[in-house]
């Protein structure tokens, strides 16, 4: 049975499974083994390296039904990807197995609705096999690129959320054709009850692990989205001011022949001055021109005289331009 209580940091771990049994598949989801006495939740995710704010914010939602607000970035996207990977784990391979094992152990095999009833159990299988593994093959590659700083250009978390369906309906139905309409005797009785026992645990972990992806997961990666995307912006920017830097950084030899070229010399005038060939004064000119981005003499000139290369009287004359 649970308890409604916001668990924080200080409270021990073993309140946790002690007020809400449920959890402990929670615990094992987030790679958090049993035997840790009486450390308190902090202790214990700090031991086995668990963001401590993910796990209590999961905790929290799944027992009280406490969501954390979708501007919240303290959630650790990383802690919840391997969170909701060993979930899926643990139900395909180890939930839906086991209860179907029950379901066939319990049913009588010549009864036609025993055949209908393994055949809806297994349909239902299916669907929701597909359905993780499509978050497998698609939603979490495209997380872990996001971790990794790349903003896919084909596929976001409003895609993923859009066609995030139900997975319980089949399961829902299955149940109630169990309880109404199955005939047993009194030991299939007990089977069949506690078989029954074990769909309504699953259905509820079913609805808590889609919940937890709908409240918790899409909103943390439309923040990181929102990150990266911000994160691109201004790296084109500083790539722009970069280049415009890099325009502008010009090298004592090309400011040389920058003051040459605005006092009017040629190439094979200031190759003779500056003990160069013309090859490399041409060589040098081109640089300039691809840094500066300047073509012409005249702005060669505006540049040279902005930048206190070469002094406006010699260009101008002690009274300026008339």
């Known amino acids: 049975m649970k308890k409604l209580k916001l668990y924080e940091p200080d409270d021990k771990m073993i309140d946790i499974i002690s007020d809400n049994y449920s959890m402990l598949q929670g615990l094992s989801a987030f790679g958090i083994r049993l035997g840790f006495g009486d450390k308190t939740i902090k202790e214990v995710c ?37 969170y909701l990977r060993a979930s899926h784990r643990y139900f395909l391979d180890f939930q839906l197995p086991s209860i179907r094992r029950k379901i066939k152990e319990t049913l009588s095999q010549e009864d036609d609705l025993a055949a209908l009833i393994m ?28 971790l990794a700083g790349e903003q896919r250009p084909n596929y976001n978390i409003e895609i993923f959320s859009k066609h995030h369906g139900d997975t319980t309906i089949k399961l829902q139905e299955l149940k109630n054709i169990i309880i109404k309409y199955l005939p047993h005797d009194g030991l299939t009785n007990n089977q069949l009850t506690a078989t029954l026992f074990d769909i309504y645990n699953i259905e509820e972990w079913l609805s808590n692990h889609s919940n937890v992806e709908d409240v918790i997961f899409v909103p943390a990666i439309r923040l990181l989205e929102g990150k990266i995307k911000a994160d691109d912006a201004s790296s084109r920017i500083s790539q722009i001011i970069n280049n415009v830097e890099s325009r502008e950084s010009i090298s004592e030899r090309e400011k040389e022949i920058i003051i040459s070229l605005v006092m009017g010399m040629s190439n094979k005038e200031i190759a003779n001055r500056l003990f160069i060939s013309v090859h490399t004064v041409i060589t040098h000119r081109r640089n300039i021109t691809r840094k500066l981005q300047i073509h012409s003499l ?21 009274k300026g331009v008339e």
């Open 46 to 82: 700090q031991q086995q390296n668990v963001d401590c704010y993910t796990f209590l914010s999961v905790v929290n939602y799944i027992i009280n039904g406490y969501a954390p607000k979708e501007t919240d970035d303290k959630i650790s996207v990383r802690t919840l990807l391997e």
């Open 119 to 146: 055949s809806l159990y297994d349909e239902y299988s299916r669907e929701v096999n597909q359905h993780m593994r499509y978050e497998e093959r698609t939603l979490f590659p495209y997380v872990e690129a996001l």
């Open 298 to 318: 005249a702005g060669l000139t505006l540049y040279a005289i902005a930048n206190d290369l070469i002094d406006r009287n010699l260009i101008f004359g002690e």
